[in-house]
């Protein structure tokens, strides 16, 4: 869910350059305004990041995820998320 706290700032410029309700969002994301209303205001339960994602698409803007090796010297990898 911590990525969902970096997506969130992202629906809401769009949502602010497309002069769009609470309501017509919700209608556009398929989700209540409620529920809306709680995703703009950084709550997230039942909101995954899979779910963030898609309304991002559904807001036009495309995603695309990149999965590669790390360096040899790393065991572990790590998640970015990257707004062009």
């Known amino acids: ?18 002069k769009l309700t609470q309501v017509q969002v919700a209608e556009l994301l398929r989700m209540t305004q409620p529920k809306l209303s709680n995703l703009l ?3 997230f339960r039942g909101i995954s990041e899979a779910k963030m994602l898609e309304c991002l698409t559904r807001l036009g803007r495309n ?3 990149v999965v590669k090796a790390t360096g040899r010297a790393q065991h572990t990898g790590h998640v970015s998320v990257v707004f062009a």
């Open 1 to 18: 869910m911590k990525n969902n706290f970096k997506l969130t700032p992202l629906v809401c410029e769009i949502i602010k350059r497309r």
């Open 41 to 43: 205001r950084g709550q």
């Open 63 to 65: 995603v695309e995820i």
